[in-house]
């Protein structure tokens, strides 16, 4: 999808998946003068997170300049019209064809006499500051400016750039390669290895209340269902296991080998050859950039529940697992499978721990667990007990207290469990840890306290 900003000089483009570019339309409109007007588009999308994130260094060409980013959410999933607003209403005013002088006038009036204000010579050293960042850094993430320079400056001094005859005009053009990517629907399961079977059964089957059943996809796994389209899938510790007991995670696709195909035709190597079932699914698999195993599976013939099984909850509304990049999933998980936005947060200000975005096509979520630069986990402590924390998958189920009473009433508490807490994205959670330490997140379906360090981007599941 495309968005374009055109005036008698300029033409400003949002592509989802390549970058804004801003090009001048005639020869009498200098480069330098489409450099500045660059940036005043930079900086007033910069304002914006978490709808977008400046990834690398712009490209400069005779009459273009490019300016990559990375779109949380695809333009087609939250409205053309919706995103249009966010980016046009602070950088044009209340009306993008006002007549820039008399936006100046309102606005100076308005700040004048506060600390926010910056007279118009103050702003233009502050441009060549961002011109400087935004050319001549090396690589890599620019850090957000200082917030105190006043959006009202933004306003008409782009106006000013642009011209008073400046109107906006949309055009919604979905990428071809977009439109061939059959829908991913939610979370299908996570594998993990157990050394020992019998504890393991235990546990998903007792504690959890799951429903024992055979595995169709591997005769030596054994699954653990929570619905019929919803699972875990339990393999033996294979001889020489690294410290992680995640084996996979799936999700569903109505298509799996229309998916197939559209990943090699995006440029995903190692995607294995389409595999069937016993039970008539089909399904591939590939890995992610961390080298996580990725699968898209196609279900099948629907288990059936057993009259007796007890599952605590009957959902699995996300899976989480050890990030090192995130430019490295998004490019994989957003920019290829479409995946979108839906909330991140961490610990301590300044940091990034946790990043959530949906799966394109229903509201289920993948949890990047960050770890590294950039988060409140460093490398180091990363052991085989902090892995089965960062690895986990959460069941969802609408009242915290009454799941946490079951567990008490008919003795089904784990061994090692915590909780419930309020956690920092404003939902009540609690953990259990299974025989070999994978965490299960127990976790309300929707929030009810605002979250911490951002909003909610896309609606969270309901039941």
Known sequence: MTKTFNSGRYQVSVDETIAVEVRRLNQSTSHRGLEEVAVLVWNNIERLPPFLAFRGVSSRQPDAVTLPLSFNFPLDRVGIDSLSRQVAAPAFGPSPCTPYHRIEQNEAQRVRGTSHYRPPEVFRKVTREHERRLFKIPSGRVKPHDKSKH?????????RSLGPAFCVTFIAVMPAAQQNRPAITGISHMCVYASDAKASEHFYAQILGAARGP??????????????TQFVEVLPLPAGATQSRMACVAYNT????GLSQYLRSQGVEGISELRTGKDGSRWFQTNDPEGNQVQFIQPGELATMPGGAKPIGNRIIHVGYLVHSRAAEDRFYKQI????AYWFGSKQPDHVDWVSQQVPDGHDWLEYMMVGDGSTVPLSKVDQRQLGVLNH??????NMEEAVTTFYREDRLSARHDGPQMGLDGKWQANLYDPDGTRVELMEFQPVIKPCCSGFTAESPVK
């Open 151 to 159: 959006i009202a400056m933004l306003k008409f001094s782009l106006l």
């Open 215 to 228: 595995d169709p996809q591997d005769a030596n796994g054994t699954r653990y269902y929570f619905s019929p």
């Open 254 to 257: 109505i298509d799996a080998g």
């Open 337 to 340: 499978l479409g995946f979108k």
């Open 393 to 398: 998958f959460s069941i969802g189920v609408p």
